[in-house]
């Protein structure tokens, strides 16, 4: 029978010649075990939170006129949680054959594979947010014209002789190109600014913790 995490800490997250007295032991058992299950339920609830968000903004963006935007918001946040939801999976799967001590280890090295993961998709992931937000906007039906399409005319009207590329004017287009490339560029640090603000505090714990651990077996 697959060992539960509570069995592991309950068998010991050291050998049997280990100098810890218990007391310390249970201690640190209750301390890991509290941190990792506090982990999961966070993300476990931000993943819901995700799906939640999708579907309603996808609904609302139809009502507004925006359906563009809310299909291309409603696609990318699914793809985002249906990767993440994987990862999930792969963290329960980690061997818990070995001691406790290599678990809280083996949770370690699981975050930094799935913040690695989500820091790389992360480079993508704001550009096509933006992007789904000009194509909506864009492509809202302003009383029978397409919202970017008054834009431009209006434009027009105070700058004739602006160049225009489809339609569209050049200095609009490298505008968008210089934010795409930014957020690309930058994606991977916003995600680390807001992976922090929601786990920053269990990450530190963490740190905290295999530091104590790696102390008391020296």
């Not at 934010?179 to 929601?198: E, S």
């Amino acid at each position: 029978m697959e060992k539960t995490i509570e069995n592991i800490w309950k068998d010991g997250f050291l050998k049997s010649d280990a100098l810890i007295a218990p007391k310390i032991n249970n201690l640190y058992n209750r301390k890991s075990i509290h941190l990792i299950d506090r982990f999961k339920r966070m993300f476990k609830i931000n993943l819901i939170a995700i799906v939640a968000f999708s579907f309603i903004f996808l609904i609302v963006s139809f009502f507004v006129g925006i359906p563009l935007m809310g299909a291309i918001f409603f696609v990318t946040l699914i793809v985002l949680v249906i990767i993440n939801k994987k990862l999930l999976i792969g963290l329960d799967s980690i061997d818990k054959g070995e001691n406790s001590y290599q678990y809280l280890k083996a949770f370690n090295q699981w975050i930094k594979k799935q913040v690695s993961i989500n820091k790389r998709m992360s480079t993508f992931l704001y550009p096509i947010i933006f992007m789904s937000i000009i194509l909506g906007f864009w492509f809202k039906d302003a009383e029978g014209i397409f919202l970017g399409k008054r834009l431009v005319n209006k434009i027009l009207i105070g700058f004739p002789d602006i160049y225009l590329v489809y339609g569209i004017p050049l200095i609009g287009i490298v505008i968008v190109f210089l934010i795409l490339g930014l957020l690309a560029f930058f994606g991977g640090r916003i995600y680390q600014w807001d992976l922090n603000l929601v786990y920053g505090r269990v990450f530190k714990k963490l740190d905290e913790l295999l530091t104590d651990l790696e102390n008391l077996n020296t």
